[in-house]
T-cell receptor
Framework: GQQVMQIPQYQHVQEGEDFTTYCNSS?????IQWYKQRPGGHPVFLIQ???SGEVKKQKRLTFQFGEAKKNSSLHITATQTTDVGTYFC????????????WGLGTSLAVNP | GAVVSQHPSWVICKSGTSVKIECRSL??????MFWYRQFPKQSLMLMAT?????????EQGVEKDKFLINHASLTLSTLTVTSAHPEDSSFYIC?????????????FGDGTRLSIL
């Protein structure tokens, strides 16, 4: 079946270090979305990427969508303690745009 | 904007009890809502897609007679866990998409922590 693999599963960084999480889909996606879930909270939408090779930035966060629309990455520059949480990618299948295929998430811990 | 309210936040009840969870879109209309289940430190597992005015679409392995879904209006979907048992204890989250804004993104409720004793 359709899968979205996300690595790494966990990441510990020192405050100020950079962080990257990667997602790879087994199928071509119509779009990919990124969500952040703080401990004890619910997922919060961060961004959606639609175009092949698209790059979007939100302050210290940079999101990329691969040329083949099968992979994506989220890069955080100079992490802060407020970045702590689990980051999920979720892909919308090109054939069924309604349902999202979720990655397993990357849990980020930031040491002050 | 795009607020989704989920109620209740916490439920603790005895085995055999049926529990109803409500998911409301407060400031937009949602023809499609989604029900997820999440175990500690794990990803979201889609249980079913709730469609306004029609039957829900359940994912493989999810018992539709166990998890009853009703989506009677454009702003409300309910999930009823029937005759709940300890193995049903989990974090249940709903999400909804704004009909006016197309198919993406999903806006999540705060979730319901269900504990069955």
């Amino acid at each position: 079946g359709q899968q979205v693999m996300q690595i790494p599963q966990y990441q510990h960084v020192q405050e100020g270090e950079d962080f990257t999480t990667y997602c790879n889909s087994s199928t071509t996606l119509s779009n990919i979305q990124w969500y952040k879930q703080r401990p004890g909270g619910h997922p919060v939408f961060l961004i959606q990427l639609v175009k092949s090779g698209e790059v979007k930035k939100q302050k210290r966060l940079t999101f990329q969508f691969g040329e083949a629309k099968k992979n994506s990455s989220l890069h955080i520059t100079a992490t802060q303690t407020t970045d702590v949480g689990t980051y999920f990618c979720a892909g919308a299948d090109a054939g069924n745009n309604r349902k999202l295929i979720w990655g397993l998430g990357t849990s980020l811990a930031v040491n002050p | 904007g795009a607020v989704v309210s989920q109620h209740p936040s916490w439920v603790i009840c005895k085995s055999g009890t049926s529990v109803k969870i409500e998911c409301r879109s407060l400031d937009f209309q949602a023809t499609t809502m989604f029900w997820y289940r999440q175990f500690p430190k794990q990803s979201l597992m889609l249980m079913a897609t709730s469609n306004e005015g029609s039957k829900a679409t359940y994912e493989q392995g999810v018992e539709k007679d166990k998890f009853l879904i009703n989506h009677a209006s454009l702003t409300l979907s309910t999930l009823t866990v029937t005759s709940a048992h300890p193995e049903d204890s989990s974090f249940y989250i709903c999400s909804a998409r704004d009909r006016a804004r197309g198919s993406q993104p999903q806006h999540f409720g705060d979730g319901t922590r269900l504990s069955i004793l």
